[in-house]
């Protein structure tokens, strides 16, 4: 059975950083493309950075570029998103996501197994 675990959301200033982490767990995360979404309140979910089962192809939202960091540990089955540089606008609960295919578009009804979410919280 697949498990997403996310870990590392916190309240945290304007200007600062925080790295998320997502553990899977029940599938060998080398042959999944792996994701992290995010979603405000009443807003629509919408991607964050999604990463190739190998790390070939990473993409980012024109929003995060320059300020997120996606990568992957597939030994570890981890998947990390450091976030630098966070704004108030960036305050979400944030999801990852995972599907079973070297690469997946970056839009979140293409992503079969999620995680609970994380809740980031950017505010001075």
């Known amino acids: 059975q697949v498990q997403l675990v996310e870990s590392g959301g916190d309240l945290v200033q304007p200007g600062g950083s925080l790295r998320l982490s997502c553990t899977a767990s029940?599938?060998?995360?080398?042959?999944?493309?792996m994701g992290w979404f995010r979603q405000a309140p009443g807003k629509e979910r919408e991607g964050v950075a999604c990463?190739?089962?190998?790390?070939?192809?990473?993409d980012y939202a024109d929003s995060v570029k320059g300020r997120f960091t996606l990568s992957r540990d597939n030994a570890k089955n981890t998947v990390y998103l450091q976030m630098d540089s966070l704004n108030p606008e960036d305050t979400a609960v944030y999801y990852c996501?995972?599907?079973?295919?070297?690469?997946?578009?970056?839009?979140?009804?293409?992503?079969?197994?999620w995680g609970q979410g994380t809740q980031v919280t950017v505010s001075s």
């Open positions: 990463i190739s089962s190998q790390s070939e192809i990473i």
């Open positions: 029940g599938f060998t995360s080398e042959d999944y493309a």
């Open positions: 996501a995972a599907d079973p295919a070297i690469w997946v578009e970056c839009e979140w009804f293409l992503f079969a197994s």
